[in-house]
């Protein structure tokens, strides 16, 4: 179950619930994140919940039969909202487009990306700095130098920055920075990784794993909040199966899924969910009806010259015809 306590509670109030939670049979983990304080109770007995909610210091206390429970849907009703500043929202009830290059790769690289999404009403620009990569001998990324000089130029176009974080060492760095830490598919259960990012007050976008199944990856976000940062997205990025016409197995199932089960944001990933540039308009879009919060995808002035994943990545063409797409799809999910 979830208790969660009043703001300004005493220690000899919070003490208090602790030890009659304790004593009706189950074990006690005190959560502080940046919006709330909480104890979580785990056991398996029946209890009357009206013992703790009427405790000085509780306002309110909710059963929670998942394994994951601060992500549930099931205590919190109300979505979760990303508030990046600027009037940049990811929420239920609107549609976040996140794009760029898999790479950031050099300074006309940036501007000529953020120029793309400028004039498309993009707010959100991807783009690793720190790339997982297969072969040690690939390119492996521009580092924090190149992440300096993207957001100087973000900032000039005021648009937000989201990029992959690969190790604890690097969050400090990143937070200055960058608006949205992702976490790779490769890094997904990750548990020193996650449990950092939860004790840092920045968002942070969850790619389920190569092969992670749904509870996974719930269970990976509960990692992050319950180490007490509730600013959190899960992102569908394709799984690996037998399949080899392309390069994941995009889960549409996981979409409504997820929507059902989680209040956090859900987010697709057309490009690595696919694989294959023709192919990645109507996987999105497809992932748009399903009820997706909103879209990562991949967009580089010339793919074929990309430093990597150019195979995925569309022109600024295909992307100016996708944005304008989706954002149609969107208007006709709305009127169902």
């Known amino acids: 179950m979830i208790i969660q306590l009043e703001q300004g509670i005493s220690s000899q109030e919070a003490n208090k619930i602790r030890d009659k939670v304790n004593s009706l049979g189950f074990k006690t983990t005190d959560v502080i994140t940046q919006r709330c304080k909480y104890i979580i109770g785990i056991g398996k007995k029946e209890i009357d919940i009206r013992q703790l909610g009427g405790m000085a210091g509780v306002s309110d206390v909710h059963r929670v039969s998942d394994a994951y429970k601060l992500v549930s849907r099931k205590w919190r009703v109300k979505p979760t909202e990303i508030d990046l500043g600027d009037g940049v929202v990811i929420r239920e009830g609107d549609f976040a487009m996140m794009a760029g290059p898999c790479s950031i790769e050099s300074e006309e690289q940036i501007v000529q990306v953020l120029e793309h999404l400028n004039a498309n009403g993009v707010r959100i620009m991807r783009g690793g700095v720190y790339k997982p990569r297969s072969s040690p001998y690939s390119f492996r990324g521009l580092g924090i130098d190149g992440l300096k000089l993207w957001h100087e130029h973000a900032q000039t176009y005021g648009i937000k920055i989201i990029t992959e974080v690969m190790q604890s060492s690097q969050i400090e760095d990143l937070c200055k920075y960058a608006d949205i830490l992702q976490v790779g598919a490769r890094n997904s259960q990750n548990f020193n990784l996650l449990d950092a990012l939860g004790e840092v007050d920045k968002p942070v976008l969850l790619k389920r794993g190569i092969s992670g199944s749904l509870s996974e990856l719930l269970q990976c976000a509960e990692y992050v909040f319950s180490g007490g940062n509730e600013k959190l997205m899960l992102c569908e990025r394709g799984i690996r199966t037998y399949e080899t016409a392309y390069r994941n197995t995009f889960d549409l199932n996981a979409i409504p899924i997820l929507k059902e ?39 580089h002035c010339t793919p074929e010259k990309a430093f990597s994943d150019g195979q995925q990545t569309l022109d600024f063409r295909e992307s100016e015809a996708l944005i304008k797409k989706t954002r149609a799809t969107f208007e006709l999910r709305k009127s169902f």
């Open 261 to 299: 089960k989680t209040h956090l944001p859900v987010i697709a990933d057309p490009s690595h969910g696919i694989g294959v540039r023709a192919y990645v308009e109507p996987v999105a879009l497809a992932a748009v009806m399903a009820g997706a919060d909103g879209m990562i995808y991949e967009t």
